[in-house]
């Protein structure tokens, strides 16, 4: 069984610092996705990489999965306090087999 | 344009009490999922519905059954509700099988006494 193993589990910082936030897995990923869940709400999509090497942009948000797809970063730049989040990380792999990290908490001080 | 929503919001039950959590997406999608998630444990995958008329097992079945009432629509029940069950349960959906993206509902907080 795929395990994800994502770190920080918590990280605490103050409105316009940069943060990484990683996701390491077992084995080698189908694609992977990265969602951010904000409390009492479900998680929504931020990202899918499917390719090695792959960067993917999003606003301050620069996503890049690993050469040999096993493990993935999501890099946060000037931080806001919208930003405050569950971040959670899920390999796309067969619909029966569908795995979620833990996730990292991030909270962002004004 | 609603996305996926999911009744009831929140629910408290007794333990041996069972219930239906409802869920519906009007998105045209062929894929459903039910997950549950726990602090410290993730969201986990009970079951899912490839397409209409098809529902498979996830990581976590027991003590769970779905029915794929149409495209639409995915209800999971909970025959005799056990006090481990008390979770946050979220429905997704999917363009289809081959799609890795998932749109989630904003979830139903059970607890079982």
């Known amino acids: 069984t795929q395990l994800l193993e994502q770190s920080p589990q918590f990280l605490s910082i103050q409105e316009g610092e940069n943060l990484t936030v990683y996701c390491n897995s077992s084995?080698?990923?189908?694609?992977l996705q990265w969602y951010r869940q904000e409390p009492g709400e479900g998680p929504v999509l931020l990202v899918t990489v499917v390719t090695g090497g792959e960067v993917k942009k999003l606003k301050r948000l620069t996503f890049q999965f690993g050469d040999a797809r096993k493990d993935s970063s999501l890099h946060i730049t000037a931080a806001q306090p919208g930003d405050t989040g569950l971040y959670l990380c899920?390999?796309?792999?067969?619909?029966?087999?569908?795995?979620f990290g833990k996730g990292t908490k991030l909270s962002v001080k004004p | 344009n609603a996305g996926v929503t999911q009744t009831p919001k929140f629910q408290v039950l007794k333990t041996g009490q069972s219930m239906t959590l409802q869920c519906a997406q009007d998105m045209n999608h062929n894929s459903m999922y039910w997950y549950r998630q726990d602090p410290g444990m993730g969201l986990r995958l009970i079951y899912y519905s490839a397409s209409e008329g098809t529902t498979d097992k996830g990581e976590v079945p027991n003590g769970y059954n779905v029915s794929r009432l149409n495209k639409r629509e995915f209800s999971l029940r909970l025959e005799s509700a056990a006090p481990s069950q008390t979770s946050v349960y979220f429905c997704?959906?999917?363009?289809?099988?081959?799609?890795?993206?998932?749109?989630f509902g904003p979830g139903t907080r059970l607890t079982v006494t």
């Open positions: 899920e390999n796309g792999g067969s619909q029966g087999n569908l795995i």
């Open positions: 084995s080698v990923f189908s694609s």
């Open positions: 997704a959906s999917s363009r289809d099988s081959s799609s890795y993206e998932q749109y």
